[in-house]
């Protein structure tokens, strides 16, 4: 007689290889609809499943794991970052939490030289002209941006993804700066040709394109302040690629308005899906609908990583991709 399958309870649409192989080794609960649970369904989900398989759409707080029954064990993240999750609260109910690191590492590089280039190229601006049937030929001053080689880029977080975008930064002839909790290894640092800042503000007040590419956590909530965004050059270039609630969004919007920042390209914003009504009618920016990892390698690497975690878990053994509360 085969042994019964788990309960994993899926919060969103995921593609359609993954979701056929957790149909094939759970008792998989899908979401067809592919739209983000109401808090009541989401509390419907926890209180019947054994594991719970949310992405950054499902905002799983102390509540959330309060109202879980006795049989949920595990939160398998489809998704990097845990911001959304309260993994403390998790541990002490004996839940374990897993995300999904490393897959999209490289696709949010790729998508934050997309934003350097297309910010500070005008390309967005440039494409909308030419299919509003605006472009009437070819001139020495019109549409004119900057080029991006022999400017220096400061990083704001150098783990997996600054490390990847310092590495295309510098082959694009960039000078590449860096501000993190510490210093990484002098062998990276020197295979980027990276200089470290241990303060962020000196480093803002110097660079010609900031990326951000650090965490979400309490600590660097609004880390881009009203008062560290006026650091900034006025030819300067934000990009980010993280999350929306490092940047104070509406001082940024702000400052972009009256040209004291040069320009700005976001992935993520402050209240996503909401965005700040004032971006939206700058010609300075780019705006995209949170792409960083939306390939279809990257997505379907984080599925199998859900299901690698999720299988090791029920056969008895440590995920390879657990999440701890003093890590976050």
Same mark, same amino acid.
């Given at each position: 007689?085969?042994?019964?399958?788990?309960?994993?309870?899926?919060?969103?649409?995921?593609?359609?290889?993954?979701?056929?192989?957790?149909?094939?080794?759970?008792?998989?609960?899908?979401?067809?609809?592919?739209?983000?649970?109401?808090?009541?369904?989401?509390?419907?989900?926890? %209180?019947? =499943?054994?594991? !719970?398989?949310? *992405?950054?759409? +499902?905002?799983? @707080?102390?509540?959330?794991?309060?109202?879980?029954?006795?049989?949920?064990?595990?939160?398998?993240?489809?998704?990097?970052?845990?911001?959304?999750?309260?993994?403390?609260?998790?541990?002490?109910?004996?839940?374990?939490?897993?995300?999904?690191?490393?897959?999209?590492?490289?696709?949010?590089?790729?998508?934050?030289?997309?934003?350097?280039?297309?910010?500070?190229?005008?390309?967005?601006?440039?494409?909308?002209?030419?299919?509003?049937?605006?472009?009437?030929?070819?001139?020495?001053?019109?549409?004119?941006?900057?080029?991006?080689?022999?400017?220096?880029?400061?990083?704001?977080?150098?783990?997996?993804?600054?490390?990847?975008?310092?590495?295309?930064?510098?082959?694009?002839?960039?000078?590449?700066?860096?501000?993190?909790?510490?210093?990484?290894?002098? %062998?990276? =640092?020197?295979? !980027?040709?990276? *200089?470290?800042? +241990?303060?962020? @503000?000196?480093?803002?007040?110097?660079?010609?394109?900031?990326?951000?590419?650090?965490?979400?956590?309490?600590?660097?909530?609004?880390?881009?302040?009203?008062?560290?965004?006026?650091?900034?050059?006025?030819?300067?270039?934000?990009?980010?690629?993280?999350?929306?609630?490092?940047?104070?969004?509406?001082?940024?919007?702000?400052?972009?308005?009256?040209?004291?920042?040069?320009?700005?390209?976001?992935?993520?914003?402050?209240?996503?899906?909401?965005?700040?009504?004032?971006?939206?009618?700058?010609?300075?920016?780019?705006?995209?609908?949170?792409?960083?990892?939306?390939?279809?390698?990257?997505?379907?690497?984080?599925?199998?990583?859900?299901?690698?975690?999720?299988?090791?878990?029920?056969?008895?053994?440590?995920?390879?991709?657990?999440?701890?509360?003093?890590?976050?």
């Amino acid at each position: 007689m085969p042994a019964r399958k788990p309960i994993v309870v899926v919060t969103r649409k995921l593609p359609d290889l993954i979701e056929t192989r957790m149909r094939e080794l759970f008792d998989a609960k899908l979401n067809l609809e592919d739209r983000p649970l109401t808090p009541a369904e989401l509390a419907e989900a926890v %209180a019947g =499943a054994e594991v !719970l398989a949310p *992405t950054v759409t +499902d905002e799983i @707080d102390a509540a959330v794991i309060e109202a879980a029954g006795p049989n949920l064990k595990l939160i398998a993240n489809f998704g990097a970052g845990v911001d959304h999750i309260d993994v403390a609260a998790a541990a002490a109910r004996g839940v374990t939490v897993t995300n999904t690191p490393g897959v999209l590492t490289e696709d949010t590089a790729d998508m934050t030289m997309a934003l350097i280039l297309a910010t500070a190229r005008r390309i967005v601006e440039g494409a909308n002209v030419v299919q509003a049937g605006g472009f009437s030929g070819w001139s020495p001053t019109w549409m004119m941006g900057r080029r991006i080689s022999g400017k220096r880029l400061g990083i704001i977080g150098m783990g997996r993804i600054g490390q990847a975008v310092a590495k295309r930064a510098k082959a694009f002839g960039m000078q590449v700066h860096y501000h993190n909790r510490k210093p990484v290894p002098q %062998a990276i =640092a020197d295979a !980027l040709d990276a *200089t470290y800042w +241990d303060s962020l @503000d000196q480093m803002l007040a110097r660079m010609d394109v900031i990326s951000v590419n650090s965490p979400h956590t309490p600590a660097t909530f609004h880390l881009l302040s009203a008062r560290r965004l006026k650091l900034l050059q006025p030819h300067a270039i934000l990009v980010n690629t993280a999350r929306g609630g490092i940047i104070d969004e509406s001082a940024l919007a702000d400052l972009l308005a009256r040209g004291a920042i040069g320009g700005a390209g976001l992935d993520v914003y402050e209240n996503e899906p909401t965005i700040n009504p004032k971006l939206l009618k700058l010609p300075n920016v780019v705006l995209l609908p949170h792409l960083g990892s939306a390939t279809v390698e990257a997505r379907t690497e984080m599925g199998e990583k859900v299901i690698i975690n999720i299988k090791t878990f029920m056969d008895g053994h440590k995920p390879p991709d657990r999440v701890l509360p003093e890590r976050i």
